[in-house]
């Protein structure tokens, strides 16, 4: 298959230019669609990550949007319906894979990591894309391994939880890592030694889904 990554800002988006207001960052995944002569109605699962105060006022924004047509949050997992214009039916196609969630920056921008065996169709969502900002990361002919739909495990604790929510927010799984264990621990408020417990039990958990 041919698999691409885009980046394109979330400018005047309905999603990721309320994740920037908010400043929180959303790891988002279509799960089904259907389309009408006027919009492409999405279900959507996902993460938010960020301050709670934020993560509520974020999901009020949302609420009081006509394109959102349901929306249900437990803890910071978000399951929603919205409605997307249709230029946007080449990121909803039959025939293109998410072949992991799509990130939304509260820096501003969102990452699509797509495939297809139609390679048009890739270069087709980036030309969509482009008056957004977007920029084709990559594309290249990759056999796909698996799937992944990101998930926090219900296994987690609080801290546990807490922990990997604020080292995935502030970047330290970017290559190179834009923060240290030490710096979050900082930001924690916690010693050095009991947030990278915390950090590194979440880790040992989540790792072998990711896996599976």
Not at 40 to 59: A, E, H, S, T
Not at 71 to 76: A, C, F, I, R, S
Request: hydrophobic share 40%.
């Amino acid at each position: 298959m041919w698999v691409a990554k885009i980046k394109f800002s979330t400018k005047g988006t309905l999603i990721g230019s309320r994740a920037e207001k908010y400043k929180i960052v959303l790891y988002g995944y279509p799960v089904s669609f259907v389309k009408d002569k006027d919009w492409i109605k999405v279900n959507v699962v996902g993460r938010v990550i960020g301050d709670d105060k934020k993560i509520r006022q974020f999901c009020n924004d949302l609420k009081k949007q006509e394109r959102v047509l349901h929306l249900e949050m437990n803890n910071n997992f978000m399951i929603a319906t919205i409605k997307e214009p249709l230029f946007l039916e080449c990121v909803y196609n039959e025939k293109i894979l998410h072949v992991s969630p799509a990130v939304i920056s509260h820096e501003g921008y969102e990452i699509l990591n797509l495939a297809s065996f139609d390679r048009k169709l890739l270069e087709d969502t980036y030309k969509a894309l482009k008056n957004n900002s977007g920029e084709l990361l990559s594309i290249k002919k990759s056999k796909v391994t698996g799937i992944s739909i990101m998930r926090m495990s219900n296994e987690l604790t609080e801290k546990q939880r807490a922990a990997i929510e604020l080292a995935i927010k502030h970047g330290y799984y970017y290559s190179p890592r834009k923060i240290t264990v030490e710096q979050l621990a900082k930001i924690a408020k916690l010693s050095f030694s009991t947030y990278q417990v915390h950090l590194r039990k979440a880790e040992a958990k989540l790792m072998p889904q990711l896996l599976e």
